[in-house]
Every structure is written in structure tokens, then in C-alpha cells.
């Protein structure tokens, strides 16, 4: 086989033309143990951080152990990954590690902690592809929302009743096929009808823009990476109008 | 089940495009792999369609008419088309089973019109989900099995995209966890093909139909998509790589089981599939362009059989409907590559496929004929188990990425594949001891039911 002369240019390989060297910040807290939680959020070590955990809520508080430590970790995080130095592994597994800690905050507590808002998911009905509602969960857990996870090949009326019984802030839906996402402005439909008027983003595969904004609520979800921002505005009150003349169109 | 310890191929260079050691004629007398690449078009209905039978009937009526027309408009000698079940045809198999009399009529029209050659492949949808089903014991599997019974009483042959492992796979996956990546393809997706694919075989000869093949769609290809361009922060393309490795002993379990090729379109581990077993492979790329994008436009045709579009929705364009288009663009795809075979440039355009792709992406540079050959080489060396073949098989995959100066990689994906690497030489040598680990590692994910996989 002949190679072809490396200077004979057929691809230009952007990735390496602008490699993002990482810029992690070394101090989160002024309290030993404190930093330490954050560090093992920020290195996503989820085997370790109860250890860790428990040893600081000895002589801290939970809340201050969350908010100082777990919380400042992942504030870490999220920068990492939105200036681009983090991939969605390192993001996932400082989530696992945010969330085991936070496990073992609330078990002193004896309660849960207040989450920042309810955020309903699914994969169509009919449709068994869920890994980008798997990474929509992980990033809006790692935002601190609360996730209720309907799963894959959910019928339209369990979505709806789902909408009806937890009253989210939010309702997101992945489907993979087009034959799928027609179940998608069927919710819609019968939300509107309940007068749940609930912002409903819509993303995956085959889903289009022109397809989501063809119903009431709809707002297309482009990428997994967008769901913690819609989220955030969801919660701040705008309206699905809202939010789809903002991220949409 | 004795695991294949022998290349059907002596040396990549033994490999091209359009003809394999072992050809298959189909019961329409479509031969594939005996000489000639043939063009494979697959149309996906669209959203609605799907809403009743005759509105599903009326949409593939549409789409494979509208395929074969252009075929016969442009002069295509002959032509393969896939149909992949949407999940309703496997559901209800009856659907699947209309579907497939009205294709084999569809394609006997314009034989007997125009003399054009064809034969037609039905997918089934894998509805075993397997963090919802038992995926031996549950009504899915009644109908999956079913489904293939219906369609290989039409069809010239039968192929699944079977998810055995994806519960574990799609959680490590998104960990950069490669033991659980290697759990999931190698020891639970092998032992579900090893369960499925005999009766597959056996229903598919009971009705003269090929039993052709299965993929790594839902694991290496999932990791594909994730990885994504240049742009893509999802995960490293170095461990969409190994997932590609892994993913050759699950595929080749089809093959031990029976199944005859031409190898599914989308199983870009085809390659490597072609050097062990040397039977017919269908490949996708620069074609494929409007299904999804990849890193192996052009060499990823190097050794292929069949040549296909992955999956195009039913559209307009301005040169006519998609399937029409999608149609003329693979026809001159293959017309390219039997005018080499004819004049005898082969060689020459496989080269330049090749160099087209090589060094664009650690994904792509594994799947040159040359390097395929090796990782194949590393799964038939180390037949001990499904676990031992794998495993060979992507520490073999990190070897090659890491000694040819030539490829360029990312700091970070440069440290991610040397820990990779170093997490796949600490695991054990033994499957037992490594399915052990596995399941107390994984006892907790979410829907993961052991016995699925007669563990």
C-alpha cells in the first residue's frame, strides 16, 4: 500500500488546532475537609466521596458540607465542561459522586434536601433508544434538579398522568425513530386540554425543529447540552413561548 | 460453541472491494460478493406513516418504487433493498409479513418489466429491551421470533440489530468505564446472540431465506454517535474505537452460529468480520452522509459487498424523492468501483479510499484493511472465550492507534486510551474470574437481570 504524502492535505484536523488546555481551579474552600469533598466531586471519584463525606459531616454541618463542598464541586465542573474542558464521562461521574455525597448528607439530616425543581423525562412510546434521555437525566441531576424518570417506550397517557400527578417545571422527551415521535405532539395535545401548559422539549434522532414547532408546548431540544439551560429558565417562570422565541427559530 | 480460531483471509492484501471467499446467492438470484459491488437502498418511512397498515404499506409502496424506478431511469444492473422493521412491523409480525409480499411483488414487477435484478433484506427490530424484558422469556421475544418466521417466508433474507449487553454498555459508556463496555458487548451480548441467533438460522432455512447477519449497532455505534466531529465533547474518539474492537467477537457470533452474510450495513466492524469469516459484508459511508455522520466516508468501502445508505426518511428533493436520489448516488457509488474491477485499477482506488480517511480519526484508521486484519487476527488468536477474544481485540485496537506516529491525537484522547489501556491489562485472564468481578461491579444498574444471559 502507498501512503499518501502527509503535506498533500485531504483533511485538516481541527480538533488539534484548538486544544483547550484544562484550567482547573485548585481552591474551592478554605476548610481542608471541605476542599476535600470538592476535589473528589471535580474528580468524579464516586467510590470514595461517602468516605469523605462522612468524615467532614463529623464536625460540619450537612448544609454547609453541600453547599461548600459538593456544591462548589460541581459548580467546577460545570465551567470545565462549558469552556470545553470536560467530556461527558467526567461530567457524569462527578455527577454519580455529587449525588452519593449528597445521599450521605441527607441520611444524617433524615430528610431529603429541597431540589430545585421537578423536571418530568421519557423516551417515546414505542421507541427503546434512551441513551440521550440517560445523559439529559445526568446533566439536569448534576444541576441540581429533580428527575422523574419514566423510562423508554412510554405510553402516551403514562406521560400525561405523570404531568398531572408531579407538575413539573419542565417535560422532556427523546425518540430515536420518526414513526415514534408522533407520540410526542399527542401529549402535547392532551396537556393542553388539561391545561397543563408545560414546556415540553423534544429531542433525538430524527427530531426536527419543524416537527416540534408544529405543536403547541413543543420546543426543540438540539442537543443534550441545551437541557440544563432550558431548565433553568423553565424555573425562573417563562413560558414555553418563551423559551422556544428563545432557544428555537 | 467453538469460537472461530482461523482468518478466512491470509493477509489484508488479499481483500477488496466486490468479492469474497464466500458468496451468497440469494432465492431471487442476486449473487453478492462474487465479483461485483451491489448497491443496497434503504428508505425510512415517515413520521404518521406508521399509523396504520395501509398508510405503512402505501409508504414503503412509495419509497422502494420510487428506489427501483431510478434504478432502471439511470441503468443500475441490479440492486439490493433493506427494509428495517419500525417497531410496529415486529409487534404485530403480520405487519412485517405485508410488507415483505409487497416488496418481493414490487421487485418482480420490474424484473419482469425491465430484467433489473434485486433482492430485499428485512431488518427486525430488536424490542428486547433488556433493562425492561427478560430477553429469553418475555412477549417481545415471542414476537421478535415471530416476526422473523412471518418475513423469511418473503424474504430473500433475514438480519436483527440485537441489544444483548446494552443496559450495562450505555451505563459505562458515558463513565469512560471500558471493563463495563467489554461486560456488556463481549459476555452478555455473545450469550444473548448465542441463545437467538441459532433459532434465527434455523427459522431462516426453513423458508429458503439467508439468515445474513447482526451488528454492534447498539453498542460500538451508539459510542460513533457519541463521539461525534472534531467539535464533539461526548466522549473520547479513542474509546468509540474500542467499543469498535469489542465489538467484532459479538458480531462474529452470528457467523459461528450459522448465518451466511452479506454482513448489515451498519456493523462497521464489517471489515474485520470480512478477514475472519470471508463472507460478503454490506458497508455505509459517505452515503450514509444522511443518517448520520462518521470519520470513514470513503475507506470504509474498501472491502465492501454491498454498498448502502444506512437509512434515508421519504422526502422531496429538487433531483426527486430521497429514496430515487439516494438510489442514483449509491448506483454510481458502486459503478466507480466495478469499473475499477473491470480495468483492473482496483487496487489503486482501494488505495486511495484508504488514504482519503486514514489518519482523519483513530476511528477510521482502525478499520483500513490492514489494520482490521490484525484486530481479527487478535480475536482468532485468543479463542478461549468471548471475554479473551475481546479483550485481545481492543488492547490490540490501542496498540495500533498508539504506534504509528502518523495519527495524531489529542492530549486528551492520548491519556484517555493510555488509561483505558492500562485498565484492560489489569483485568483478569480468565472470563470467570472477569464475569465475577462483573457482577458484583454491576449487580445495582438499573433493569439488569443476570439470568437474561443464563448467568
Redesign the interface.
Known sequence: ????N?KYQ??N????FH?QEEQKTHRFSHDAMLQRVAEHVVDGDDMKITDVVCEALTVKNPQEVIREGLIAGMDEVSRL?SE?S?????V??SS?AMLAGIAACEEKMGRPIKRRGKIVTHTAE???H??GQ??VN?LLGAAGFEIINL???VLVDHVVQACREHRPIMLGGTAL??????AFPRIAAKLKRLNLRIPFVCGGG?VNEN?VSGFDLGIWGKDASWAVGMAEDALKGMTWRQIRAKWNG | MKLTQTMAYAEAADMMFGSSLHPVTTKSGLCIGGGQVVPEIVVHPRAGSEASLKTLLREFERGYGDALERCVSVGLPRTCLEIEHVAQMTRQPDWGAQVAVQTVSLMERFRNQFGIQSACRFTIADIRKPDMVHMRDSERTEHVLDAFDACARHADMVAIESLGGKEIFDHAIIRNDVTGMLFGQAVLGCRDMQWLWPQIVSIARQHGCRPSGDTGCAHANTAMFMAGGYQSREIPHTLAALARAISVGKTLVAYECGATGPGKNCAYENPMIKAITGVPISCEGKSSACAHSSFCGNVIAAVCDLWSNEAVEYHAMFGGTTPAVFSELLGYDAALMNTALGMGYERQLQECMVNSDRYRDPQSYILCPDNAWKIGKAVTENSQSFYARARAAALKCGELIFEDSRLQLTVYERDALAHYMAELDKLPEDESDFIDLCLTRYAKIKGFRRESYGL
Open positions: 500500500m502507498r501512503y499518501l502527509p485531504v483533511f484536523r481541527y480538533d488539534l486544544e465542561w470545553g470536560y467530556f461527558l464521562p467526567q457524569v461521574l454519580d414505542g421507541d427503546i434512551d441513551i440517560t445523559i445526568a423510562g423508554a417506550d425513530m420518526t414513526t415514534t415521535m408522533s430524527a416537527f
